[in-house]
């Protein structure tokens, strides 16, 4: 018996080929096809890609098919692995590459992807003897009952959810090989990933994860990034951190869809479209299935995360089939936000987990917030939490099966789904689409069950019900402008009666027109819009000044907390930039009245006149108020469990100080009604915090050096490195805290750079006003003698907050400021946010900001940081110049020639990623100097050239023009060139060069007499 084959080879088509070309079989008596059972044959490592393979046993004898005995071969695909039958491969036939054949394949079948560019990398092959005694099976004669064939089991798919927390186990140790491991152990063939980095920071060595992962575990990916920064240095990759998908299974179409997120970058963010929810649609053998991962807002407030599953349910309603959703949802099973996503989807755990299921923390599980999300026509049979340290979540899998689904079906969902998606956004709709949405449902309802199982009609139901808010609409308007009081009788539009016009005039514009024509009193509205637009000159109490809308909004409810009922934020174009006010005045005399009401209040503010319309003025959106004991009970459900408190942040502080405050006002009654669980949840809570809070008076933690070597790594500019020993020349003094002040000088100053207001010879370390401001210019902050008073005044400064008294005599603001009702009450530096600056994240970001990097800073020895310091010297001393000028050459040249003289250690400080100062300050100063050589050569090249004239010479040669012309232009640096034009009538050219610049001119030569 012989085995003989031929294979099909990219760019070759079938081989082995005779020279004519034509026959393709191997000669079956060539000796060198025989191969023993168990063996396998393959391309071993050559280039050219072996596609497929067919194979027959022939009789040496008869050259047929020899008879008794069968071989069976299975080939190995790049990519799928070993067509075996398992859960993980499948074997690729020729005709229908994505077809599964899990068993072995026979004589002359022909295995692998012909035509397809997926590489045979090996072939296994067995030879058997056929059973004895194996009846034939009879022919199916016409009219014979056809015996039932059972129909194929769909095969079982392991879907996993890992928050990979950017490859930092439990350890906090970076290892993404141990990430690897995991996914690859625990058999997964489609994987949802969560905090994953792209080149994003030293966190996770600058690594593509994505990529390094889909190369380790031989896996399809797709990357939905969240963030796509700039790199730290100019040619590197941009920076992203996001999502990712990994696949068995080819990835045939992609998109990173949009999401309401509130950004981590921005300091005053708000909630807006951003990318990271990316979906996948994957081949799985010839069945499609949409998946998706995602990770909502991490916040107390469960505003944001309402909002993504509102985009993520609209996104799904865009298209039929079946769909898994995983990630991290940031929430209980329980809460409110995500019962819509439980409507449309399956929880795989509740189906198919036995536990509670816990995924974090890892040290301490105990909240179940990863999951695994499935849609109608999958069948979950099993769900597992995987017990690893390689992440602080543990990952689930979860074991699926996806059901067949016909086209027909298929096509009929997808065409109700295009009705749907083709339906206006629920905001924009109106009473115009009724027809067009009552179409759409009675679409969906013509559908069967299996048809509407593909479908997810939430924005249809969504759509319904705004038709249906809409409906009695027309009545609600002529209701909202007949509850306005007589126009004329309304001497000053407040902020209640500013939101009532606003109210109605959006109920008014969300009328389709022919509801419209229904309001007949819209004649009272205009006249209330007509006074509001009608432009005067105020004179407004402005409390401070916000860029953002939200932040502006935020200080307005915090000024109207205080019984300032009329205040408001006011836009300024001109500026980008918003007014918050107290409230407006007619008189000047009558503002001031306002700002001495401010200052009692304890906050400061200035009177400025300016001229806008009523119009104009914005309010936050006015709430009806819950009564105190549900507010507090919403408050402390919104708050994370103690034990998941790691550092403060300054939204969950207000939220516990404002819950205090409200229990403390209830009445004993009242109390008695409160779940005692969640007064306990507070005070730990409140003990939480108390514990984590920074104590403005202790006793140093960090050394001089460390504070210095820290303000090197942060780009500071010489004089604030220099005063760091006052700073801490204080403490013994004080017993206030040297690092917390020296942070909050690096705030205040931008490391003594002095970019704001304040200037560098006022020796004003800390933004310390006078005592009678009028604004926030350069005039409205205080000078000190020297740079000594200027820290003491600092440290007197905040010796009012924590009852300090001061040293020597205070500076005039001190005695303004002691008098606040607050005075010697602020221990901790995380309280300083309201007061110190309006700001309640102020105190919070001198912790997280500054003071935590001061303790991570390693500190250079004293002879390390003379010579650093030398250099930061030299440096800044360039910086300091109004103008750099060529006298300055040298100085910038010994600047760059003592830096490149630092060892590698000093020039990564000076050059760290948090601190671009040093390096473009020495550039731009050599930049400078290059363009004023630049200049001065053009121009002495231009002054040289007018110096060239016509020569009259005893002996009229090229050398004897070129000293003449040297003589003339009187200057060695200048080369000169002579060229000759025509001798005969005297004519020459002069060519001068100076570095770059260079000027030519034509002149006359004639020999003396």
């Given at each position: 018996?012989?085995?003989?084959?031929?294979?099909?080879?990219?760019?070759?088509?079938?081989?082995?080929?005779?020279?004519?070309?034509?026959?393709?079989?191997k000669d079956p008596k060539d000796g060198s096809l025989w191969l023993k059972a168990d063996k396998y044959l393959g391309t071993k490592g050559q280039a050219k890609r072996l596609e497929g393979i067919q194979m027959r046993l022939i009789n040496t004898h008869t050259n047929d098919d020899y008879k008794g005995y069968k071989i069976e071969y299975q080939v190995h695909m790049q990519k799928y692995g070993w067509g075996v039958d398992n859960k993980n491969h499948a074997l690729k036939l020729a005709g229908d590459p994505q077809a599964n054949v899990g068993v072995w394949k026979s004589n002359g079948d022909f295995a692998g992807t012909k035509g397809e560019s997926r590489r045979v990398e090996a072939i296994n092959i067995r030879i058997l003897k056929e059973k004895e005694g194996t009846k034939p099976v009879p022919p199916v004669e016409p009219g014979d009952p056809v015996p039932p064939v059972a129909p194929e089991e769909p095969e079982t798919i392991r879907i996993m959810n890992y928050n990979i927390r950017t490859g930092i186990g439990i350890d906090n140790k970076y290892d993404l090989k141990r990430t690897a491991q995991v996914i690859r152990e625990s058999g997964a063939d489609i994987v949802g990933l969560t905090e994953v980095d792209v080149n994003f920071s030293d966190r996770s060595n600058f690594d593509d994860q994505v990529a390094i992962l889909s190369e380790e575990l031989d896996m399809y990916s797709f990357y939905g990034h969240i963030y796509d920064l700039d790199p730290l240095e100019e040619g590197k990759p941009r920076r992203k951190y996001g999502m990712a998908i990994l696949s068995k299974y080819?990835?045939?179409?992609?998109?990173?869809?949009?999401i309401t997120r509130l950004s981590t970058q921005d300091k005053d963010p708000t909630p807006a479209p951003m990318p990271g929810f990316p979906e996948a649609k994957i081949d799985v053998n010839g069945k499609m299935l949409y998946f998706y991962v995602t990770h909502l807002d991490y916040r107390g407030d469960p505003m944001v995360r309402e909002m993504q599953v509102d985009d993520t349910l609209n996104i799904y309603s865009k298209i039929a089939g079946p769909k898994i959703l995983v990630g991290d949802l940031n929430a209980l099973p329980g809460a409110p936000e995500l019962a819509p996503l439980f409507e449309y989807l399956n929880d795989s755990w509740v189906l198919a987990g036995e536990g509670e299921g816990y995924t974090f923390p890892v040290d301490k599980p105990s909240k179940r917030i990863d999951y695994i999300l499935t849609s109608p026509k999958i069948e979950v049979v099993n769900a597992e939490v995987i017990d690893t340290d390689a992440s602080d979540h543990f990952p689930v899998i979860a074991d699926i099966k996806l059901q067949e689904i016909k086209e027909e079906d298929l096509a009929s969902a997808q065409s109700v789904v295009d009705l749907i998606a083709g339906l206006p956004k629920i905001e924009d709709i109106t009473l115009e689409h009724k027809e067009e949405v009552d179409r759409a449902r009675k679409k969906y309802n013509n559908l069967t069950d299996d048809q509407k199982a593909l479908i997810i009609d939430y924005k249809l139901k969504r759509a319904e019900e705004k038709i249906e808010e809409l409906k009695g609409d027309a009545q609600n308007v002529i209701d909202l402008i007949?509850?306005?009081?007589?126009?004329?009788?309304?001497?000053?539009?407040?902020?209640?009666?500013?939101k009532a016009i606003t109210d109605a005039r959006k109920a008014y514009d969300a009328l389709s027109d022919k509801a419209k024509e229904l309001v007949t009193n819209i004649g009272k509205l205009e006249e209330f819009e007509e006074m509001m637009r009608e432009v005067k000159h105020w004179y407004c109490v402005r409390y401070t000044i916000n860029g953002a809308k939200s932040a502006a909004l935020n200080n307005v409810q915090k000024l109207i907390d205080k019984g300032f009922e009329n205040a408001f934020a006011l836009y300024d174009s001109s500026k980008d930039?918003?007014?918050?006010?107290?409230?407006?005045?007619?008189?000047?005399?009558?503002?001031?009245?306002?700002?001495?009401?401010?200052?009692?209040?304890?906050?400061?503010?200035?009177?400025a006149g300016k001229e806008f319309a009523a119009i104009d003025e914005l309010r936050p959106v006015i709430v009806e108020p819950k009564p105190p004991e549900e507010e507090f009970v919403d408050i402390v459900n919104s708050l994370p469990d103690p034990e998941n408190i790691t550092e403060i942040i300054a939204e969950?502080?207000?939220?516990?100080?404002?819950?205090?405050?409200?229990?403390?006002?209830?009445?004993?009654?009242?109390k008695a009604t409160i779940p005692t669980e969640l007064v306990e949840k507070l005070e730990a809570v409140e003990a939480r915090i108390q514990e984590l809070k920074t104590p403005l008076q202790s006793e140093n933690k960090a050394t001089l050096l460390q504070a210095q070597t820290w303000a090197i790594k942060r780009g500071a500019h010489q004089r604030f490195i220099d005063i760091a020993p006052i700073y801490w020349e204080f403490n013994e003094a004080t017993g206030i805290c040297s690092e917390i002040l020296y942070g909050q000088s690096a705030k205040e100053t931008n490391f003594g750079k002095y970019t704001g207001a304040v200037k560098p010879h006022m020796n004003n370390w800390a933004g310390i006003k006078i005592a009678d401001p009028t604004g926030d210019k350069t005039e409205d902050h205080e000078t000190f003698e020297t740079p000594w008073d200027g820290v003491r005044g600092h440290f007197n400064h905040v010796g009012i907050y924590c009852g300090v008294e001061p040293i020597g005599e205070p500076h005039p603001r001190w005695y303004r400021t002691s008098q606040a009702e607050w005075a010697g009450t602020i221990k901790y530096t995380e309280d300083l946010g309201g007061l110190w600056a309006p700001n309640p994240d102020y105190g919070i970001s001198i912790v997280r900001d500054y003071l935590k990097d001061i303790y991570n800073t390693e500190?250079?020895?004293e002879d390390e940081?003379?010579?650093?310091?030398?250099?930061?010297?030299?440096?800044?001393?360039?910086?300091?110049?109004?103008?750099?000028?060529?006298?300055?050459?040298?100085?910038?040249?010994?600047?760059?020639?003592?830096?490149e003289a630092l060892d590698k250690k000093l020039q990564d400080l000076l050059l760290a990623p948090v601190n671009k100062y040093y390096e473009n300050t020495l550039k731009e100063a050599e930049a400078k100097i290059e363009e004023l050589e630049k200049a001065a050569d053009d121009q002495a090249i231009k002054d040289a050239i007018a110096k060239v004239v016509d020569l009259e010479l005893e002996e009229v040669t090229e050398e004897n023009i070129k000293l003449v012309v040297e003589e003339l232009i009187e200057n060695e640096n200048i080369a000169v060139t002579i060229e000759v034009l025509d001798a005969d009538k005297g004519t020459y050219r002069v060519d001068l060069r100076k570095g770059e610049a260079t000027a030519s001119k034509e002149i006359m030569v004639t020999k003396k007499e």
């Open positions: 018996m012989l085995l003989v084959y031929r294979a099909h080879v990219q760019t070759k088509g079938d081989l082995p080929k005779e020279k004519d070309g034509n026959h393709t079989w080819p990835i045939i179409a992609t998109t990173n869809h949009e007949d509850e306005l009081p007589d126009p004329t009788e309304v001497e000053k539009i407040d902020a209640r009666l500013n930039w918003h007014w918050v006010v107290t409230d407006k005045f007619a008189t000047k005399e009558e503002a001031d009245g306002g700002l001495a009401e401010l200052e009692l209040a304890g906050f400061g503010g200035v009177v969950e502080k207000l939220k516990v100080e404002n819950a205090r405050k409200l229990y403390d006002g209830l009445s004993d009654e009242l500190a250079l020895d940081f003379e010579i650093a310091k030398a250099v930061v010297d030299k440096i800044c001393a360039l910086a300091d110049k109004a103008e750099i000028t060529l006298d300055d050459k040298v100085e910038v040249e010994e600047a760059r020639a003592a830096f």
